[in-house]
């Protein structure tokens, strides 16, 4: 596979990541996506809450302990009071050792609460974004924001957040305390804040851009290497694989370069921290000796004062860590925020037209046309107009990219089209309730989709609640029972994924027991027997013929030895319908159709 399409593919999203970080300049704005999350598990937050707060306390009461000790226990002989104030350390020490697990314990449980839930949250979302998404966002690049991102924020959700409010708290307490215990001293350390604080918001900031560039890299190796090992059979055939290791192992580095940027300026974030922090409390703490020496403070009080501006300045370093990781988080959820904020292109409306029930079967184009978004100035439809009556066999015919699968997409309303209308039961599917719609139809892809999961589950994808013996029924229809039963484990054998354990008409006979299993109204065939042998081929398309009584089927088909029968044959060419008719009426009109007959068939069997 040639590097030039990931290259294209980097080069095409970068400048929509460099607009959305000049449009987002708050570094934690992102972050505020999780408190939903968050607040939704109110009995574990109150739990981490209390604990958290019990723990600070506990600690920002120990100075006043060691202080009372210096000034009153060391000046006289009473042993006893020295030993009431190790004692009440020590019980001061329980406190934190009982509330410091209980806070750990909490905050990590809502950690992996808060992640599980996300990406539930963001898998939903995936889910209900149209073809028109996926055509636009590399698989890959999407599997990496809801594996590697919501892993990134799982760390903030718990103890990051945990570890801001607790140093936060014990900041505010300590800084307090401190002017209490000398407001000279306290006045010396406020003004020293500004100098520690605003290079921390500025190195924020470079964190944040640094760690989006690095997820996005991580994004596009991710993507990359997707793509290639999904088609492995391709790349090793055509012995490829020295060259996509290599472009992935420079897709690599590009993000452990990208990494590396962002660890070395949260290494310069750290570094600053703390030089400013040392040096700050360094200046005050000899201004305070120097208070000590001249009588106007006691060495208690200045021990007191020295333990708070320790755990003030612990508190600030701890914070610059914190507001680091937080940073690089921010990014993640940012990738992820705009993904959530995506809405759907086809959605239902908010007040849907019900379809009939039953349902009648009847499907419309009327004068139809359709350009892809991934290719806007090509018409895939051009004004196309047809009707299908219930019960009716309709056949597409024509060449590939003639616009035949298009149709099923727009029946099936995974696009909307750019002209006309397109009804089902005389419904217009735009006014229709979405899965309504889709309930009341079943495909047999010529691609079929099957998962890493056991037959019967596989057959029973589109009607879950459907019982074992239903599922056999359908394969039995389906011609499908006999292999079944011969795989080891029968209806509950695992399929690898894709079900390449299974040859391309075993897995379209699944697929076709799928369909008769969901017993929608409307049948829609794209090549459903391609991949069978000629006996095989026989047995599933007697199958399909009762499968299609009295129901409106649709069936697109390359051999027109599968749509002879069909009781009107449309044939497309260039997006239009250029030909209908019946298999005799347009052999005889000596048309497309007919060259197409007589190639298959010769020119006395298609007559």
């Known amino acids: 596979m040639s590097s030039d399409v990931a290259d294209q593919g980097s080069e095409r999203a970068q400048p929509d990541h460099e607009n959305t970080r000049q449009s987002k300049r708050l570094a934690l704005k992102p972050l505020l996506t999780l408190k939903p999350l968050i607040l939704s598990h109110k009995g574990a937050l109150w739990g981490a809450i209390i604990a958290l707060v019990v723990s600070a306390i506990a600690m920002l009461s120990v100075p006043l302990a060691v202080r009372r000790m210096i000034d009153n226990g060391f000046g006289g002989n009473d042993s006893t009071l020295i030993n009431n104030y190790f004692l009440t350390i020590i019980a001061i020490g329980l406190v934190i050792a009982v509330a410091s697990p209980a806070r750990f314990y909490f905050v990590n449980w809502i950690g992996e609460r808060v992640v599980a839930d996300l990406r539930a949250k963001v898998f939903a979302q995936l889910a209900k974004l149209g073809p028109a998404y996926f055509d636009l966002n590399h698989s890959g690049e999407i599997m990496s924001r809801l594996t590697a991102d919501t892993t990134q924020i799982k760390a903030v959700a718990g103890t990051a957040l945990s570890q801001a409010a607790r140093n936060a ?340 006979r699944i697929a076709i027991a799928r369909a008769i299993l969901k017993n929608a109204p409307i049948l829609l065939l794209d090549e459903a027997t391609s991949a069978l042998d000629a006996e095989s081929e026989g047995a599933v398309q007697r199958a399909l013929e009762d499968l299609m009584k009295d129901r409106t089927s649709i069936v697109i088909a390359h051999r027109l030895a599968t749509v002879q029968k069909a009781d009107r044959i449309l044939v497309m060419e260039k997006g239009r319908i250029v030909e209908a008719g019946t298999h005799v009426e347009l052999v005889r009109r000596g048309g497309i159709y007919a060259h197409l007959a007589e190639l298959q068939f010769g020119r006395e069997a298609a007559e």
């Open 169 to 508: 708290i014990m900041l505010i307490g300590a800084l307090v305390m401190m002017f209490i215990t000398s407001p000279n001293l306290s006045a010396l350390v406020f003004l020293a804040i500004p100098i520690i604080v605003l290079p921390l918001v500025g190195f924020g900031r470079v964190v944040r851009r640094l760690s989006r560039q690095a997820q996005d890299t991580l994004g596009e190796a991710s993507a990359y290497a997707s793509e290639n090992l999904g088609a492995y059979r391709t790349m090793q055939a055509y012995v490829n694989e020295k060259t996509v290791s290599d472009r992935f192992a420079r897709a690599v580095e590009r993000t452990f370069a990208a990494a590396r940027r962002r660890m070395l300026a949260r290494a310069a974030l750290t570094f600053v921290a703390i030089l400013l922090t040392v040096v700050s409390v360094t200046g005050v703490l000899w201004y305070g000796a120097s208070e000590v020496v001249v009588g106007d403070m006691t060495g208690g009080r200045l021990g007191q004062f020295v333990l708070y501006a320790l755990f003030a300045a612990g508190a600030l370093a701890e914070l610059s860590e914190v507001w680091g990781e937080m940073s690089q988080a921010a990014g993640a959820a940012e990738r992820l925020s705009e993904m959530m904020a995506t809405v759907p292109d086809i959605r239902s409306p908010e007040h849907p037209t019900p379809l009939p029930e039953p349902s009648i079967g009847t499907i419309a184009f009327e004068n139809v046309s359709f350009a892809y978004p991934t290719r806007p100035a090509e018409m895939a439809l051009d004004g196309v107009s047809f009707r299908a009556n219930s019960g009716e066999t309709l056949a597409l015919v024509g060449a590939s990219g003639a616009g035949k699968s298009t149709i099923f997409n727009l029946l099936l309303r995974f696009y909307d089209p750019n002209e006309g209308i397109v009804r089902v039961d005389g419904v217009n599917v735009r006014d229709a309730d979405v899965a309504a719609l889709r309930r009341q139809i079943a495909l047999v892809p010529q691609d079929v989709a099957l998962f890493a999961d056991t037959v019967a589950e596989n057959i029973r994808y589109g009607t879950p609640g459907a019982t074992l013996s239903e599922v056999r029924r359908a394969a039995t229809a389906a011609q499908a029972d006999d292999f079944i039963r011969r795989l080891p484990d029968g209806y509950n054998t695992k399929l690898g994924e894709r079900g390449t354990s299974l040859s391309g008409g075993q897995r379209q």
